[in-house]
T-cell receptor, first 108, second 112 residues
Framework: KNEVEQSPQNLTAQEGEFITINCSYSVGISALHWLQQHPGGGIVSLFMLSSGKKKHGRLIATINIQEKHSSLHITASHPRDSAVYICALNNAGNMLTFGGGTRLMVKP | DAGVIQSPRHEVTEMGQEVTLRCKPISGHDYLFWYRQTMMRGLELLIY????????DSGMPEDRFSAKMPNASFSTLKIQPSEPRDSAVYFC??????????FGSGTRLTVV
């Protein structure tokens, strides 16, 4: 079993829809990251969480340490949100362990 | 700050040739990471440095891969000799202390 599991693997939404991407993990962590990778390939760090909730624009990330679960929400989705979203864990030694990614397509 | 700078953006080389990928981390960051991304295996950590010292290279596939960080502002990842299965996107990232990763734009390597 992978240490990090993301769901869904693929997601298609209509513009304006509320989107949720989930990340579950099975190990102790010091922080969890949500990354965004656009079709051009560059990786952008969206959030780093160790507890609670963070919000940036239309993006919201939450984490429940007890349940070992995090969610990334996108409100009022837009075609420019189309990308791969990757959950990554900070474990011992400051190494990142990556989930398999969620490929999101938002249609106009 | 211009962010993490990687070069080249694209590299096409013939099997058996030496390939050198370069990375300039964000000034002041004390951690530097090299990752490889393939369709089959996703993102994998190859090696990381702390204050220019290699800490963990257990992700380096084999002896054909080597990485150096001669100073705080420069790192290289070298593959010699290159093989078609090395074709991937190689990312460099840096961070301050243990958090706040910033990724470079990546180098897309194709070995034919």
């Amino acid at each position: 079993k992978n240490e990090v599991e993301q769901s869904p693997q693929n997601l298609t939404a209509q513009e304006g829809e509320f989107i949720t991407i989930n990340c579950s993990y099975s190990v102790g962590i010091s922080a969890l990251h949500w990354l965004q990778q656009h079709p051009g390939g560059g990786i952008v760090s969206l959030f780093m969480l160790s507890s609670g909730k963070k919000k940036h624009g239309r993006l919201i990330a939450t984490i429940n340490i007890q349940e070992k679960h995090s969610s990334l929400h996108i409100t009022a989705s837009h075609p420019r949100d189309s990308a791969v979203y990757i959950c990554a864990l900070n474990n011992a030694g400051n190494m990142l362990t990556f989930g398999g990614g969620t490929r999101l397509m938002v249609k106009p | 700050d211009a962010g993490v700078i990687q070069s080249p953006r694209h590299e096409v080389t013939e099997m058996g040739q030496e390939v050198t990928l370069r990375c300039k981390p964000i000034s002041g960051h004390d951690y530097l990471f090299w990752y490889r991304q393939t369709m089959m295996r996703g993102l994998e950590l190859l090696i990381y440095f702390n204050n220019n010292v290699p800490i963990d290279d257990s992700g380096m596939p084999e002896d054909r891969f080597s990485a150096k960080m001669p100073n705080a502002s420069f790192s290289t990842l070298k593959i010699q000799p290159s093989e078609p299965r090395d074709s991937a996107v190689y990312f460099c990232a840096s961070s301050l202390n243990r958090y706040g990763y910033t990724f470079g734009s990546g180098t897309r390597l194709t070995v034919v």
